[in-house]
């Protein structure tokens, strides 16, 4: 029975298949099993099987599950209802049981029940039940994992919020990449949300900013409670130039305030785009003073009967909703607290639309949670439907066995900057949002830059392109898995094993969202990316030499394809890219090779070119370049130049017979890193054929020595 796929709307395509049994024949559908479908055919064997016997039906759930066995002897699924039930029809476990497995062996896509200890129900599916699926993650695409178990919820999602006082410090990376993977999996599971950045433009932390910049730009000391570090006087150095007579002006603090803010939020801004995290709003504290917010929020407090005069100051009564003491709006001398900004910020959330307020705190903010629960009972709001705090841990980094220690007030703190450049984008967004967030995170620098499967993200990435790389073979081979397949025939333990793993994301992302635990994706994609090694170990997908694609590779090569979605969706859940290649640790700094060559034959190249290329170990390689470009740079996507970690540059001589083994050390060059081009070395003598053209774009195959590894690519253009 061969398996073709029509366009459906996804949510179809996750209950059923359309096939065909022979050609010309009408479409018909074939049911997919998946773990959710299952346990409805549990419940509804269940259902049928107690009218039978005469028994309630009202006992049973609305919903049940259905879980993977440890050991695969005991089948693909097992069920525990019986067990769950008995006692309230007063009936043995495993005569319900019994009953139940009778219903449910007559369920297409079952093959086999069997009833196991004091009432298990263990369940086998039939190959092509489990082979269908397959085919459905492909025609879903990008969209295979998302789901609707939150549907219809409206969610304002608050994280980072890092005070404009300097640049985004670790304990708020962790925010930034947990926070910037929950929006995406509560978006994946239906939820409408967005994300906002809440920015503290005024209190005293602004002034003692302002007064920092100040005496920096004057060369003065750092007054007592100021802020000190290298980027306090990159700011003050900034303003003094774009206004050089700032310091004789009576308004030189005003200025320092305000261009200050701008230059450190712009700062903050760019960092966080550069990790990949971009908020839908950036909301400015200042704003609520300026449109007259608080005292909007106080009016609406005294309206509900909680607010009260004492000591001369404003204050709300929190104590009745189990705060530990009322709290303070507004001074005996009219300045407003932050806890009155707080209301006002979470009144004009409520006001926008959102059903629920989620704010992602640090674990140095524990003791806001009742306050805030309070406030929002204050407003008439239940707080445990309106609002929900979240409370991180601290991040602990570890170099070289030795904690990497940070204060910002003494200017030695770790940024996001500095995670990026230590271990790139990727790695540092997979290594935060991969922990609970309740856990406290001791992040080993080493470990994340380095390229091996040790390395949780490289152990993922590295199975994305090894799919992929399988999948540019197939094509080059033009081996076409065509438009259907047998699904029966994804059979062997291993397929299986794989099948059963993908058929997990859906609920696996609708439980990280319900939980607003993203760290589940990550640990879901890992064994994924361990399924399909051990897959990819023991099934062959491609054919020996000029065998013909059999229609178990087919069929393979539409599990591959499915293997691949369902990694690089789960990867896009977490903001990290999904690579096609990987030449190396995305993370090493780039390299610069200087080589010298000797023009042949119209070569194209200059008789000394700079050439760049990623330095994945003692000796560069996967070189990069166009022959005949005046300008040779490097292929990069996340690569960049690195000043702070160490990096080692060779040289070769190149000639037209030989490419010799020694390598010798070079001075640091100064070519550009970045480009677009699409071909490595040339000028070393091609298996056929003359030396290269200019214009002309050549590539070296994995395999073979020198003399026959360079292949013509595109053709010449000179």
Known sequence: MWVTLWRQPVSRLMDQSVIRISPGTRPVTMACVTPETLAQKVLTAATAAFEQAGLDTGVLPESTSVERPRNPEHGDYASNLSLQVAKRVSRAPRDLAELIAARLREVDGVSEVEIAGPGFL??????????????????????????????????????????????????????????????????????QVGTEYYFNDAGVQIDHFTGSLLAAAKGEPTPEDGYVGGYITDLAHQVSAAHPDVLDSPDAAEVFRTEGIGLMFAEIRDSLSRFGVRFDVYFNEKDLHDRGELESALN??????????????????????????????????????????????????????FDKVVIMLGADHHGYIGRMKAMAACFGDDPTVNLEILIGQMVNLIRDGQPVKMSKRAGNFVTLDDLVEAIGADAGRYALARYSSDSTIDLDLNLWAKAGNDNPVYYVQYA???????????????????????????????????????????????TAAELREPHRIARYAEDLAGSYHRFYEACRVLPRGDEELSDVGAARLWLVEATRIGLANSLALLGVSAPEKMLCVPTKPVSCTETTATVHHGCGLPPTST?????????????????????????????????????????????????????????QCSTPVRSTTRARLSCVRPSRGGWPRPGSTWTSAPRASWRSRWRRISPPTG
């Open 122 to 191: 263990n369940i086998r599916l039939a190959a092509d039940a489990t082979g269908v699926l397959a085919g459905q993650i492909v025609a879903a695409g990008t969209e295979y994992g998302n789901n609707d178990s939150l549907i219809g919820q409206h969610l304002n999602l608050e994280f980072v919020s890092a005070n404009p006082v300097g640049p985004v410090h670790i304990g708020s990376v962790r925010w930034a990449a947990v926070g910037d993977a929950l929006a995406r999996v509560l978006r994946a599971s239906g939820a």
């Open 300 to 353: 609406r407090l005294r309206e509900q009967g909680r607010i009260f005069e004492a000591d001369g100051a404003t204050w709300l009564r929190t104590t009745d909703f189990g705060d530990d003491k009322d709290r303070v709006l507004r001074k005996s001398d009219g300045q407003w607290t932050y806890f009155a900004a707080d209301c006002a910020y979470y009144l004009d959330k409520r006001k926008r639309g």
């Open 464 to 510: 994305h392109s090894r799919i992929a790389s399988l999948l540019r073979n197939a094509a080059e081979l033009n081996l076409d898995k065509g438009t259907g397949y047998d699904p029966a025939l994804l059979s062997h333990p291993r397929e299986t094993d794989l099948l059963k793993q993908l058929a997990q994301l859906p609920a696996v992302v609708a």
């Open 611 to 667: 050439i760049c290329c990623r330095s994945c170990g003692r000796r560069p390689s996967n070189v990069v370049m166009t022959v005949g470009s005046p300008s040779v740079e490097c292929r990069s996507n996340s690569w960049r130049r690195s000043t702070a970690l160490p990096r080692t540059f060779w040289t070769k001589p190149i000639s037209s017979t030989d490419w010799p083994s020694s390598a010798t050390r070079s001075p």
